[in-house]
Nanobody
Framework: QVQLVESGGGSVQAGGSLRLSCRAS????????WGWFRQAPGKEREGVAT????????LIPDSVKDRFTISQDIPKHTVYLQMNSLKPEDTALYFC???????????????????WGQGTQVTVSS
């Protein structure tokens, strides 16, 4: 069974940076993709980045693409989300996810994913 564990969340002031990590245990590779999502109280879960587990096929929405970067360490089955120039509206619970079988255009939607981490809180103060 695949398990995902996120780390790296915390509290920062506006303009600061954070790097989230997510490591998959029980994952042995395959035709899959990573996703990073966030969910603020009272809002829907929003996809902020996706990347193919073998590299490439990166998609980041326009709302964060100038500030967020996704990368990975393939041998370690670990994916990262680098977040720069953070804003108070970036405050949310951030999740990583692992999925398979969906085309690239669909991979920012939660239904494209089978496995989820427990989330890590990011709080940005003004």
């Amino acid at each position: 069974q695949v398990q995902l564990v996120e780390s790296g969340g915390g509290s920062v002031q506006a303009g600061g940076s954070l790097r989230l990590s997510c490591r998959a245990s029980g994952y042995t590779g395959g035709d899959n993709y990573w996703g990073w999502f966030r969910q603020a109280p009272g809002k829907e879960r929003e996809g902020v980045a996706t990347m193919y587990t073998a590299g490439g096929s990166i998609l980041i929405p326009d709302s964060v693409k100038d500030r967020f970067t996704i990368s990975q360490d393939i041998p370690k089955h670990t994916v990262y989300l680098q977040m720069n120039s953070l804003k108070p509206e970036d405050t949310a619970l951030y999740f990583c996810a692992l999925g398979g079988g969906s085309p690239l255009w669909a991979r920012l939607h939660p239904t494209a994913y089978n496995f989820w981490g427990q989330g890590t809180q990011v709080t940005v103060s003004s």
